[in-house]
């Protein structure tokens, strides 16, 4: 990638972009500029893009990916969780951006798109829909908390689990009733109801040892005070 001086981008509104901005904003219109970019105008994948927003926000990061006809411009930006291996993705609408500065413009042919399994991201798609739909049942039920937390660490580990007004049917096999504790597991003796009843006394041994480290980590600062005083 070879250095290019810093250049604006003018063409987005017709005009200077950062003119038309002012000029919206003198006329009480706020910063909407209108997009009238002639055909040809984009933004190459892998420059690095510096943008300024109508409040005054400054942005800059590395095209990912620019849409012409929304003026939608995706960069990637150092996390903002400071970790080395992560990335932001920002989702700009340069509809509301008052100045774009190509700060490295890309010119060569950018990487091959990654193929993409349409069927898996289906799969997944209609999964997250059918747990969606059914902790919408089990809010709608009246479920306590409780039960919700339990039917989605079942659901983790066995994906034929179901909810029958307010008991967990798991495998058609395992009834577990209110409160959900393990002596509300119901069903044939035999390794089907012994998984659920382990997977169900390891969920809420889990979730005692949570509160307990979330009593302890909210009594810290109590101690270092008391300490310090």
Not at 3 to 29: I, K, N, S
Not at 85 to 93: G, P, Q, R, T
Not at 95 to 104: F, K, L, R
Not at 198 to 206: A, L, S
Request: hydrophobic share 35%; with cysteine.
């Amino acid at each position: 990638m070879s250095a290019r001086p810093v250049r604006r981008v003018a063409a987005l509104t017709g005009r200077p972009a950062f003119a038309a901005a002012a000029a919206a904003a003198a006329a009480g219109r706020g910063c909407s500029p209108k997009m009238a970019a002639p055909p040809g105008e984009y933004f190459s994948v892998g420059s690095q893009v510096s943008c300024r927003t109508c409040q005054e926000q400054r942005l800059q990061g590395e095209v990912v990916a620019f849409d012409y006809q929304s003026k939608m411009l995706a960069l990637k930006c150092p996390s903002s969780s400071g970790k080395p291996n992560h990335a932001d993705i920002l989702l700009i609408n340069l509809q509301y951006v008052s100045e774009v500065e190509i700060i490295n413009d890309r010119t060569e042919t950018p990487p091959p798109l990654a193929s993409l399994n349409v069927s898996k991201l289906a799969s997944k798609a209609r999964t997250e829909k059918e747990e969606k739909l059914s902790q919408a049942y089990a809010i709608s039920a009246g479920v306590s908390l409780e039960g919700q937390q339990l039917f989605q660490t079942i659901h983790k580990t066995i994906k034929d689990c179901k909810w029958q007004e307010k008991n967990i049917i798991v495998m058609e096999e395992v009834v577990i009733t209110p409160p959900y504790q393990v002596e509300n597991c119901k069903g044939k003796e035999g390794s089907a109801l012994s998984h659920v009843r382990k997977i169900v006394e390891k969920h809420f041994r889990d979730v005692e040892s949570q509160k307990i480290l979330q009593r302890s980590q909210a009594q810290q600062p109590q101690k270092e005070a008391a300490l310090s005083s």
